[in-house]
């Protein structure tokens, strides 16, 4: 339990870092880009939400299928950001966080139709495990890529932006 409360409070601590980096940007960034950032960031609550619910009560097709639709918007959101942020900087990292939130936009979807016609353990442990691997990945390489994605939207030196 304390492992997960403090996974908790760090994916805060970095959501919270990413919505400052982006409010103190300044120029640059139109603000439907920024809005598009600002949701994504927000709609971290969806995969937030859903480890909690997996905790709590595990998996089941159910559960899987009311989060189909947040998980989508979550994932189109991440798709829009990370094609902008390719788009502006070039950086290939921002290319793989595009082609990872378009494969998992796809890809529930997929998995759930499947354990709904062939399989529902395709749709209940694919779909959970789709989404654990993920988050893990996910926030593992973007803890790791912070500083780089902070210097590109602010256009600073980070070790300015850190004093």
Request: proline residues 2%; aromatic residues 16%; without cysteine.
């Amino acid at each position: 339990m304390a492992l997960f409360i403090s996974a908790g409070v760090a994916i805060a601590v970095l959501l919270f870092l990413g919505y400052s980096v982006i409010s103190h940007q300044k120029n640059g960034f139109g603000i439907q880009f920024k809005r598009s950032i600002f949701a994504h960031i927000v709609l971290h609550i969806v995969p937030a939400s859903y480890a909690v619910v997996q905790f709590l009560i595990g998996t089941t097709f159910l559960i899987n299928a009311i989060y189909l639709l947040p998980f989508i918007l979550f994932f189109y959101t991440g798709r829009r950001t990370w094609e902008e942020m390719f788009r502006r900087f070039g950086k290939k990292m921002y290319r793989i966080y595009y082609f990872g939130n378009t494969s998992l936009m796809l890809g529930l979807p997929i998995l759930l139709a499947f354990g709904l016609l062939i399989d529902e353990s395709l749709g209940t442990e694919g779909f959970r495990q789709a989404i654990v691997g993920y988050i893990s990945i996910h926030f593992l390489v973007t803890g790791l890529t912070m500083f780089s994605i902070e210097k590109d939207i602010l256009g600073q030196n980070t070790n300015t932006i850190a004093r």
